[in-house]
């Protein structure tokens, strides 16, 4: 995930904040959970992640055999699209966190969830960080979106906008869905790394599903507590590029005079998507 609270340095960091992810150190439990995990995904995200995702999952050669080694994945990620994976200790600084990504350097912890915790964990894990996350940097479109991101956050800690920044990543990167010929396809994170939010999102009758709107969600608040009550969707990862493409500059400056939404607003001007759109089954409420 993304939108840190301040952290105290852990001796051992660099001034960056990276660590060695020590891959030796992992034991077999530790790798038996990965495994538990992974096998799990595998089954509940046929037809229900992106193709994007899952054919980047193919090309990492993330397997089922345990926790990958970030040397190994910073060596195919740097030829595919120019990013690396480095180790940190935990959530990092804002401005940390916006430099690795501007530099194409992807920040993810080391440790992995407990077996009491397979299903709810406060914070991310090497679990959520590389399976959530490193797939779809393997993806140019994906990739340079992220790197750009990086870069806006610098801009935006300057303009006071953070807050508004951060519904962004959390909505499209971290709980993104997107809408294909196919049917409604996850390609959040926090969604893909969790087996019981991944059906929610998609099959729930609970959750709003509404079409992206880049102020209409930088307008709107998130809970960290529990899954989502507002899912939204692009068309494509292109259309998500172009329409954070322009300088946030003026937007910061209208979303001054604007309301804040609660998670589970509806607004008149939302597109809502309902049942059996583009072959999605499972619209709003019933
Ligand atoms: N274009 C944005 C800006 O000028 C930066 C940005 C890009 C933010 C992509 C989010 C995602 O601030
Ligand atoms: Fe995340």
Redesign the pocket.
Known sequence: MSVAPLRHREPSCRDDFTIDQNWAGYTEEEHAIWRLLFERQRGILVDRACDEFLSGLDGLGIAADGIPDFRHLSAVLRETTGWEIVAVPGLVPDAIFFEHLANRRFPSTCFIRTRAELDYLQEPDVFHDIYGHVPLLMNPIFAD?MQ??G??GL??ADQDALHH?AR?YWYTVEFGLIATPQGMRIYGSGILSSKAESLFSLEDASPNRIGFDLLRVMQTRYRIDDYQESYFTIDSFEQLFQA??????PYYAALKQRPDYEPGTILPSDRVLHRGIGGYHAGKRG
């Open positions: 979106y750009a991101y870069q806006g801009k935006a920044l962004l954070t493409r322009p300088d946030f500059t």
